[in-house]
């Protein structure tokens, strides 16, 4: 199993600020996924974060507005650039279990932009 | 790209009810997973399948893979108020696994 731990858990911003959200993983890793739900919707994958490389985004997701970061197989950041209130969601980061497959997720970073 | 619809879209049963949640994809599976998710938590992975005819369970739950590979259920038997949440079926997008693209989701309520 994985154990992944995210931060902030919740957190208010104002329009036009940034905010990163960390994401730790008790165990080392190749690929950690960064995705978005928005209120009432499923899932969207973001990015693709692979360590030693540049994150690999999804269509509609840019760099500049989406960076992350990989600095070493246990950690991630995920930072979301210039907000607007439309960018009020959840941000899951995502691993997977190394011998089941099984998908594992963070709590999530429940983001409010006003 | 890979595009799973689920059906319904929400759901009220009654409790002790049996339901089931379909999910279809217009490309093959090559791995199918559901998740369930309570408001205010984290994902709840329920299951993996992958193989054409696979069809797993755990306590109330069972999940099927037809033989295609094209589409899965998810049938919960006697339902219970712990069962409500919304269940998310999920596909890896190619056969090289890691990345997955979500169904929209069904939202269940039961009713005591």
């Known amino acids: 199993s994985a154990v992944i731990s995210q931060k902030p858990s919740r957190d208010i911003c104002q329009r036009g600020t940034s905010l990163t959200i960390q994401c730790q993983v008790d165990s080392q890793v190749t690929m950690m996924f960064w995705y978005r739900q928005q209120p009432g919707q499923s899932l969207t994958l973001i990015a693709t974060a692979n360590q030693g490389s540049e994150a690999t985004y999804e269509s509609g997701f840019v760099i500049d507005k989406f960076p992350i970061s990989r600095p070493n197989l246990t950690f991630s950041t995920l930072t979301v650039s210039n907000m607007s209130p439309e960018d009020s969601s959840i941000y899951l980061c995502?691993?997977?279990?190394?011998?089941?497959?099984?998908?594992?997720f963070g709590e999530g970073s429940r983001l409010t932009v006003l | 790209s890979q595009e799973l619809e689920q059906s319904p879209q929400s759901l009220i049963v009654q409790e002790g009810k049996n339901l089931t949640i379909n999910c279809t994809s217009s490309k093959t599976l090559y791995g199918l997973y559901w998740y369930k998710q309570k408001y205010g938590e984290g994902l709840i992975f329920l299951m993996m399948l992958q193989k054409g005819g696979e069809e797993k369970s755990h306590e109330k739950i069972t999940a099927k893979l037809d033989e295609k590979k094209q589409q899965s259920s998810l049938h919960i038997t006697a339902s219970q108020p712990s069962h409500a949440g919304i269940y998310l079926c999920?596909?890896?997008?190619?056969?090289?696994?890691?990345?997955?693209?979500f169904g929209g989701g069904t939202r269940l309520m039961v009713k005591p």
């Open positions: 995502s691993v997977y279990g190394q011998s089941t497959g099984e998908l594992f």
């Open positions: 999920g596909a890896e997008k190619n056969n090289a696994g890691n990345m997955l693209t």
